[in-house]
Nanobody
């Protein structure tokens, strides 16, 4: 099994910064994609940022220029640096990976338990 553990959420004032981290552990042969999603109360879960094994990144338009995703492939970790936070960034943030547990194995997606980010205006 693959476990994802997020950390770094909390309460911050508008305009402030937070850094989220996610560590994947367990039997992992390779990770092809790492993402951060978020879900605000009463809203659907949305993709915030993604990074693939080659280091290519993509961002939601609402966070582009403010958030930066990075990964350490050797340590199976992914981080999300969030700057200039706004009240509308308040949500539970989830880590997601596509991982193969064995050489030649299929890739499956795994989710973390989520970490709360609250931005006060």
């Amino acid at each position: 099994q693959v476990q994802l553990v997020e950390s770094g959420g909390g309460l911050v004032q508008a305009g402030g910064s937070l850094r989220l981290s996610c560590a994947a552990s367990g039997t992992i042969f390779a990770i092809s994609l790492m993402r951060w999603y978020r879900q605000a109360p009463g809203k659907q879960r949305e993709l915030v940022a993604s990074i693939n094994s080659s280091g290519s990144t993509n961002y939601a338009a609402s966070v582009r220029g403010r958030f930066t995703i990075s990964a350490d492939n050797a340590k199976n970790t992914v981080s999300l640096e969030m700057n200039n936070l706004r009240a509308e960034d308040t949500a539970v943030y989830y880590c997601y990976v596509d991982a193969a547990r064995y050489s030649g194995g299929n890739y499956y997606n795994y989710w973390g338990q989520g970490t709360q980010v609250t931005v006060s205006s």
